[in-house]
C-alpha cells in the first residue's frame, strides 16, 4: 500500500458496474446468464470498459502523450475468451479460428452512425489488422516450437512503444521496418502467475470470479506498473 503514495505503481480505481434499461431505468444484471455466448453474458460489464478505455485514451491524447493505453480482459475459460475476442475482431461471437478472416472492429452502440470502429489499423500496404490479441500462458503444450515463439514474440511485442510492421516490409538495411505499436486489447484467461506486467494496462475487466485475496492482487497487479 505505501508504494501507492510514493508513487511507484498506478493508484487503482475499483469500480462495481450498475447497468441501467435506458427506456425503463430498471438496473440490469451486470452478468447475463443463460446467454448464447460470452460476448452476451458479459456484455454490461465489456461495454462499460470499453467506455472507460476510450476514456483513458482521450485523456492520454489531450496530454499529448503517445503511449497506447491496453484494455485488458480476463476470461472464466478459452472458450469465452475467443468468443469475446473475435465480437471485438469480426463483429460475430464465435469460438472458432479464423486467421484468413479480415477484421472488421468493434462498432460502439452509444457512438454515431458513421463513427470509425473501434480496434482495427491499416498498415502501410492498405491491409486491415485487428488490435486485439488473445494470449495465453500455458499454450506451449499444444503448440510446435515455432509457434510457441510467435506466442513469446506478441506477449513481448505489447509493452513495446515500436513493433515490426505486420505487412512485413523491410528497410533498405534489409531489417524490419517498425510502426507504432497497434495493440488496443489483450483477451487472456491465464496472465497473473507469470510477473507478465504491462505498464499500458489502463483498464482491466474481470470476468472471472475473484473469489481470493491472491486473485485479486494477481489481477491487479497486472495493471500496477507506472506508463512512465
Given at each position: 500500500?505505501?508504494a501507492?503514495p510514493?508513487?511507484i505503481?498506478?493508484?487503482?480505481i475499483?469500480?462495481r458496474?450498475?447497468?441501467?434499461?435506458?427506456a425503463?431505468?430498471?438496473?440490469?444484471p451486470?452478468v447475463?446468464?443463460?446467454?448464447?455466448?460470452?460476448?452476451?453474458k458479459?456484455?454490461n460489464?465489456?461495454?462499460?470498459?470499453i467506455e472507460?478505455?476510450?476514456?483513458?485514451?482521450?485523456?492520454?491524447e489531450?496530454e499529448g502523450?503517445?503511449r497506447?493505453?491496453?484494455?485488458f480482459?480476463?476470461c472464466?475459460n478459452?472458450?469465452?475468451?475467443?468468443?469475446i475476442?473475435?465480437y471485438?475482431r469480426?463483429g460475430?461471437?464465435?469460438?472458432?479460428?479464423?486467421?484468413?478472416?479480415l477484421?472488421?472492429g468493434?462498432?460502439?452502440p452509444?457512438?454515431?452512425e458513421?463513427?470509425?470502429p473501434?480496434?482495427?489499423?491499416?498498415?502501410a500496404?492498405?491491409?486491415?489488422?485487428s488490435?486485439?490479441l488473445?494470449i495465453?500462458?500455458?499454450e506451449k503444450?499444444?503448440k510446435?516450437?515455432?509457434?510457441w515463439e510467435k506466442?513469446?514474440n506478441?506477449?513481448?511485442?505489447?509493452?513495446?512503444?515500436?513493433?515490426?510492421?505486420?505487412?512485413?516490409r523491410?528497410g533498405?538495411d534489409?531489417?524490419?521496418?517498425m510502426?507504432?505499436?497497434?495493440?488496443?486489447v489483450?483477451?487472456?484467461?491465464?496472465m497473473l502467475?507469470?510477473?507478465?506486467?504491462?505498464r499500458?494496462?489502463k483498464?482491466i475487466?474481470p470476468l472471472?470470479p475473484c473469489d481470493?485475496?491472491?486473485?485479486?492482487?494477481q489481477?491487479?497487479?497486472r495493471?500496477?506498473?507506472k506508463?512512465h
Open positions: 500500500k505505501d501507492i510514493d508513487g505503481v498506478k493508484k487503482p475499483l469500480e458496474v450498475e447497468v441501467k434499461n435506458a425503463t431505468g430498471a438496473v440490469e451486470a447475463r446468464a443463460g446467454q448464447a455466448n460470452a460476448w452476451e458479459y456484455k460489464i465489456l461495454i462499460t470498459g472507460r478505455w476510450k476514456k483513458v485514451r482521450r485523456q492520454l489531450e502523450d503517445t497506447k493505453p491496453i484494455l480482459v480476463l472464466d478459452r472458450t469465452e475468451a475467443k468468443e475476442a473475435n471485438l469480426f460475430e461471437p464465435t469460438a472458432i479460428d479464423t486467421p484468413e478472416r477484421p472488421v468493434f462498432r460502439d452509444r457512438e454515431p458513421g463513427a470509425d473501434l480496434f482495427l489499423f491499416k498498415d500496404a492498405g491491409d486491415l489488422h488490435t486485439v488473445e495465453h500462458i500455458g503444450e499444444d510446435s516450437e515455432s509457434e506466442v513469446r506478441a506477449v513481448n511485442a505489447i509493452d513495446h512503444d515500436m513493433v515490426a510492421d505486420p505487412s512485413k523491410k533498405d534489409g531489417r524490419p521496418l510502426i507504432p505499436n497497434p495493440y488496443n489483450v483477451i487472456s484467461v491465464m502467475k507469470e510477473g507478465w506486467d504491462v499500458n494496462v483498464v475487466v472471472r481470493s485475496r491472491t486473485l485479486t492482487e489481477t491487479l497487479g495493471g500496477l506498473r506508463m
